[in-house]
RNA sequence: CGGAGUGUAGCGCAGUCUGGUAGCGCACCUGGUUUGGGACCAGGGGGUCGAAGGUUCGAGUCCUUUCACUCCGACCA
């Protein structure tokens, strides 16, 4: 490609609400364009190019892996979701809408209830299980507050996979293979990450796994042990109990926990003066869509005391309880081997679910097994957020001038600058390597414009392609210069062998 | 949803207090000079000043209503 003729409008000016790099970098490199709308975003030719490469990492690991791709309609029929039990669960991040004939419909956020009656209407027989079936396409959450650019935009690129199994152990044996996939994809994108334990929010199921990319900007915390494997998402770790006496000061904290149907109550919480409420914790305890704050309240009917506490406490209440509610702190020793246990920031990148018949259950998605019995089939659930892998990318990928692509990731292989466009022997230089390159399958992108060194430079550096070649004023003693973009090294080379170089190189 | 703020050229902003011809920087177009770190000179194009209503001889500016966006918080696979 030539520079002349790619729409890449790169800037100088740092857009006035970015503050995460990927979001700055993103924009200022023209990958990306703001639409105006919060949460919003097109994407331009190099953006849209490199949404593919990483797209084409997943799709073949997937495919390696035995998965099908389908694409389902992005607009969901509304009763599928009442059938699930969902539309109100979900809330107010789903997007809703009617047609001309009045029917209700929303923008798929996730894609369970439409992959799962896909599933019921053609499969009917153990014979043709297990089943993984994927997709990657756009989803739509009405999100709070988007911010960060890509990291949570309300439009964005999503893998979503389903499988479907005849047994439990089948799904297990699933899982496994997916978290075994996820790492091939996430270590060919060259992305540093961890997998961790997790809650599995609104989507439901058992146990579940998130894949963190590392980032200190990362929006969640995460708990992980420096001596083993044991990481976990802040809302699911847990740490060995410490152990209290009689003596211990204990808090009540009072919220007030939602349900289905505005079913509200009034909810107490009590642990020892020193450790925080981990609310995703205390809100599975009791088993609330929601938990919020209200005022505090003596009143207390339903009361759940930290695990921890257990035979200590002298509480009293209606309906007592005991339960892990307590945030894992730093320095809390590691459940598996004792390990000081330390917090980092990652990126939620992917999140693997065993869903078990949550879904398939109340949606009849039932197949005859080898007696000929109806049963509901065992499913699990796996996410990768495409368009957020760009963005962490690039939080881990990124100096003080710009982006610094990966190898599968990178817009283009070599970036090669002629410097000065009215010099003839670096326009012929230039020509050549670019022609040879490109009939060799190379995808070389040449900055032909009629612009100074200064900007041409500078836009290599923002844009961020790993390898690059200057044709400049050294060309006139016979040399050029072969650029690494990580850490913008430069190596001189003659003018005669630098193509032999790159043909070994590419 | 609570708190704070902003809407003026593609982007970044001034002008609003004190009403009187719509401005600046970047970007863009033409010509010339320049060509290794976001050049210089000269000329040029581009706006229903977020929207609606009101006050006034006259509104970007004052009043009322409304919409959108941003930031902090709460919230969130």
Redesign the pocket.
Known sequence: MRFSRLLVP????T???ATLASHIYLIRGGFIQSVG???LYNFLPLGKKILDKVRAVVKDELDKAGCQEVALSFVTPATLWEESGRLEKYGK?LLRFKDRKNNDFILG??HEEMMVNLVRQSVKSYKQLPLNLYQINL?F?D?????FGLM?GRE?L?KDGYSFHASEEDMHREFALMEETYKKIFTRLGLEFRVVEADS???GGSGSKEFMVLADSG?DTIVVCPDCEYGANIEAAVAKPKSYDADTEIKIITMKALYDEGETKIVHFALPVSIELQ?VKACNAVNAN?L?ECEESTDIQTLVVDAALEGIDSLNAQEKSYADISAVQENDACIHCGGALTYTKGI?AG?IFQLGTQYSEPLGCNFLDENGKSVPMVMGTY?I?VSRLLAGIIEQNHDD?GCIWTKESAPFDLHIII??I?DEAQVALGEKLYETLKSKGVDVLLDDRKE????K???F??MGVPYGV?I???LADGMV?FMTRDG?I?EEMSSEEILSFLEGKF
């Open positions: 790169t800037s100088k000016e857009p006035n609400d709308g919060s949460g991040e956020p996730t989803k959450r999100e709070i507050r988007p911010r949570r964005f999503m929010g609104a989507i929006e609310d929601d919020v939620e999140h996410g957020g001038k410097s000065n009215k100074r060194f200064g900007p430079i500078k836009d550096e923002l200057l400049g004023k050294k210069e913008m430069k």
